[in-house]
């Protein structure tokens, strides 16, 4: 099944800047998505990012915030914007397992605090 | 929009002991996943589940899909403390314009006693 390398693993920002968090898969993929995993707390989708088109945000998450970049098949970019204490958590990209394949694969985490 | 509930979200149990977690959807589901998370680390795909009624077993790992495709639950038969983590279930239903969505419980932290 997919192999996702997603970095940082960790980070410490200051409050008022942006972190930019990448996810490299092994395999072509169609969909990457984006989650948020606040700590001790369910995964929460962010938005879908396709190939060649804007990702799709789910309600609750805008653009401005969390832009996603999608420049080829493999690679994506969630980058956390303007960045307050509130945006501590853990992000998380998915992919399809494979193609055909039910289920889906987790990059390891970003796991972020805002100070 | 779509919600699923799990429930309990915390359980202690001796090891040796049974271990059941249930999950329920607001909607009808296309199928549910189930996910393990370890301390630390990022859920894992455990199964998928897709017609109504289904069962599945994983050695001592049993699925169940309910009739109506609203419900599920897992249930570990004799835990053992390499069963630690928290195990999510996932509703997976269309969302529209050709492409699907899948919504996590909140989950079920398992402690395992030695």
């Known amino acids: 099944s997919a192999v996702i390398s997603q970095k940082p693993s960790r980070d410490i920002c200051q409050r008022g800047t942006s972190l930019t968090i990448q996810c490299q898969v092994d395999?072509?993929?169609?969909?990457m998505f984006w989650y948020r995993q606040q700590p001790g707390q369910s995964l929460t989708l962010i938005a879908t990012a396709n190939q060649g088109s804007e990702a799709t945000y789910e309600s609750g998450f805008v653009i401005d915030k969390f832009p996603i970049s999608r420049p080829n098949l493999t690679f994506s970019t969630l980058t956390v914007s303007n960045m307050s204490p509130e945006d501590s958590s853990i992000y998380l990209c998915?992919?399809?397992?494979?193609?055909?394949?039910?289920?889906?694969?987790f990059g390891s985490g970003t796991r972020l605090t805002v100070v | 929009g779509q919600q699923v509930m799990q429930i309990p979200q915390y359980q202690h149990v001796q090891e040796g002991e049974d271990f059941t977690t249930y999950c329920n959807s607001s909607t009808t589901l296309s199928n549910i996943q189930w996910y393990k998370q370890r301390p630390g680390g990022h859920p894992v795909f455990l199964i998928q589940l897709v017609k109504s009624g289904e069962v599945k077993k994983q050695k001592r790992l049993t699925f169940q899909f309910g009739e109506a495709k609203k419900n599920s639950s897992l249930h570990i038969t004799a835990t053992q403390t390499t069963d630690v983590g928290t195990y999510f279930c996932?509703?997976?239903?269309?969302?529209?314009?050709?492409?699907?969505?899948?919504?996590f419980g909140k989950g079920t932290k398992l402690s395992v006693i030695p």
């Open positions: 998915s992919v399809e397992r494979e193609t055909g394949v039910e289920g889906y694969t």
């Open positions: 996932a509703g997976h239903s269309y969302s529209g314009a050709g492409s699907y969505q899948l919504t």
């Open positions: 395999s072509q993929v169609t969909m």
